[in-house]
C-alpha cells in the first residue's frame, strides 16, 4: 500500500530524517515508536501529506505522491487518508454528528449521504444516542470515537494516528485500543499510528522503532 524509500527532512540545520525506507501492507496496523526528537511525528505528518519531504519517494496506493501540487494533495488527503490526534480536534460549535461529516462535506458528498454514514459510524461506535451533543457535553473517551469516526467518514485507505490513547484514562485507553483492531477487522482497514504506549505498540501487527531519524 505505502512504500517510503530514501526519505529525508531538515529543518535549517536540524535533520530530522535520514534516510528512511519503510514498507506499509494493507490491512495491517503498524506502530512506530522512539524517543521525543526520533522523527516519528514528522514521518507520520510526511506520509500524511501534511509536509513535504527535501527528497525521497512515496509511493501511496501505486502513485507517487511527492510529484502531486498542493491541491492535488488536498484532493488526495481528502479521499486516501484518515487523522485520529492526541487532542481530538473536534471543532466545538459543531454537534458529534456535524463533526463526523466534516471530512465528506469537503469532498463534495451530499449532505444527506454524508449524515446517513456519519449515523451508521457513530451507532457502531456506540454514539448513536450522542449525534447532537457538542464536544464539551462528551466525556475524553467519546470525544476520541467521534474522532474516529470522523477519520472513517470517507472510507479511507489509511488512518493515521498521532499518540491517539495519549489524553485518555486507562480504561479508555483499552477500549480504543480494542476498537483499532475491530474496525481493521471490520473495515479492512490500515492504521499506522504514534505512540509512547508500549501495551498498543507491542499489540500492532508491526512495531518500528525509529531513532535520530532513522529506523532502526
Do not use: W
Not at 72 to 83: T, Y
Not at 105 to 120: D, F, M, P, Q, V
Amino acid at each position: 500500500m505505502i512504500s517510503v524509500s530514501n526519505l529525508y527532512k531538515s529543518y535549517g540545520e536540524v535533520s530530522v530524517l535520514n534516510g528512511v525506507d519503510l514498507k506499509i501492507n494493507t490491512n495491517e496496523i503498524v506502530s512506530i515508536v522512539g524517543k521525543s526528537g526520533a522523527g516519528k511525528t514528522t514521518l507520520l505528518q510526511i506520509l500524511g501529506t501534511l509536509l513535504k519531504p527535501d527528497s525521497g519517494e512515496i509511493v501511496f496506493d501505486n502513485q507517487d505522491i511527492s510529484k502531486l501540487s498542493s491541491n492535488e494533495l488536498a484532493q488526495f488527503r481528502n479521499k486516501k487518508i484518515g487523522f485520529i490526534f492526541q487532542f481530538y480536534q473536534l471543532l466545538p460549535e459543531f454537534t458529534a454528528l456535524e463533526n463526523v461529516c466534516i471530512p465528506a462535506l469537503i469532498g463534495k458528498t451530499e449532505k444527506s449521504k454524508a449524515e446517513k454514514r456519519a449515523k451508521e459510524l457513530l451507532d457502531f461506535l456506540n454514539l448513536g444516542h450522542r449525534i447532537g451533543h457538542k464536544p464539551n457535553q462528551l466525556s475524553g473517551g467519546e470525544q476520541q470515537r467521534v474522532a474516529v469516526a470522523r477519520a472513517l467518514i470517507n472510507s479511507p485507505s489509511v488512518i493515521f494516528a498521532d499518540e491517539p490513547s495519549g489524553n485518555l484514562d486507562t480504561k479508555n485507553k483499552k477500549e480504543l485500543h480494542e476498537l483499532f483492531f475491530k474496525l481493521r477487522d471490520t473495515f479492512n482497514q490500515t492504521f499506522i499510528i504514534v505512540t509512547h504506549d508500549m501495551n498498543l505498540a507491542e499489540t500492532a501487527d508491526k512495531m518500528i522503532t525509529m531513532e535520530d531519524g532513522k529506523i532502526l
